[in-house]
């Protein structure tokens, strides 16, 4: 039934703007989307509100890095346990997971982590529908 006589492959490299815009226009078929403001705030374009455009969570295995702050503890003013402990009262995680990655995170004991290393995909019914 979906025996193709040709595929095309199309890397876009560096430039998720690109992408995103490509996958509007129906000249991408599948993206990954690792930005959550992008995945929650940027998916109402007439492919996706007709249903042709769908958002789909693919969980991968593939490791990702860890992100947050890093102090130098043996120097001053960070050799001291006690300015660590009240930087860790600066920061908000539960508020910055809510508000600036859309709850698409957890929180570790010191750094933020995507669940499962998941990645935000959309896909493009284009592979299963003729363009129109």
Do not use: C
Request: hydrophobic share 40%; no cysteine; charged share 25%.
């Amino acid at each position: 039934m979906y025996n193709f006589d040709k595929v095309t492959i199309s890397v876009v490299k560096d430039n998720p703007a690109l992408q995103f815009e490509k996958l509007k226009k129906g000249e991408a078929d599948a993206i990954v989307i690792r930005k959550p403001s992008i995945w929650v705030d940027e998916t109402d374009f007439e492919a996706a509100n007709k249903g042709w455009v769908q958002k789909r969570r693919v969980y991968s295995n593939v490791p990702a890095g860890t992100w947050g702050y890093a102090f130098n503890m043996r120097k001053w003013p960070f050799d001291n346990k006690q300015v660590r402990y009240a930087f860790s009262y600066l920061y908000d995680r539960e508020k910055f997971n809510k508000e600036i990655l859309y709850n698409e995170y957890t929180s570790r004991i010191h750094s933020i982590q995507e669940v499962n290393m998941r990645i935000l995909i959309i896909i493009s019914l284009s592979l299963i529908l003729p363009r129109l």
